[in-house]
């Protein structure tokens, strides 16, 4: 059994930084693909960034500059450090993970989810 859990959220000004850490515990580090989605108001959820477990990062076009995924393979947390935050990154942040050969930031491929954490930002 796999348990995922986020915390860091919160409000923050425009301009303002936020770090969100993920404790995932049940598994090794080393045969995983982790990442953080996003879901905005009733929209679909999307993916954020992924981190391979060579350390190789992915981030999609629009936080790519802003925003860094690490992970703490001592610690086993996920971090995502969110920094020059804008009202379009309000929404609830998840964290995932899988284990399977392709590390991709498709939401099908994720088979262990947190529950979520809130991101404000206010203008």
């Known amino acids: 059994q796999v348990y995922v859990t986020e915390s860091g959220g919160g409000s923050v000004q425009a301009g303002g930084s936020l770090t969100l850490s993920c404790e995932i515990l049940?598994?090794?580090?080393?045969?995983?693909?982790m990442g953080w989605f996003r879901r905005v108001g009733g929209k679909e959820r999307e993916g954020v960034a992924r981190?391979?477990?060579?350390?190789?990062?992915f981030y999609v076009d629009s936080v790519q500059g802003r925003f860094t995924i690490s992970h703490d393979k001592a610690a086993n947390t996920l971090d995502l450090q969110m920094n020059s935050l804008n009202v379009e990154d309000t929404a609830i942040y998840y964290c995932?993970?899988?284990?399977?050969?392709?590390?991709?930031?498709?939401?099908?491929?994720?088979?262990?989810w947190g529950q979520g954490t809130q991101v404000t930002v206010a203008s």
């Open positions: 995932a993970a899988h284990d399977k050969a392709v590390c991709q930031l498709r939401e099908d491929l994720f088979s262990d």
């Open positions: 049940g598994t090794t580090f080393t045969r995983y693909c």
């Open positions: 981190i391979e477990k060579d350390a190789r990062t």
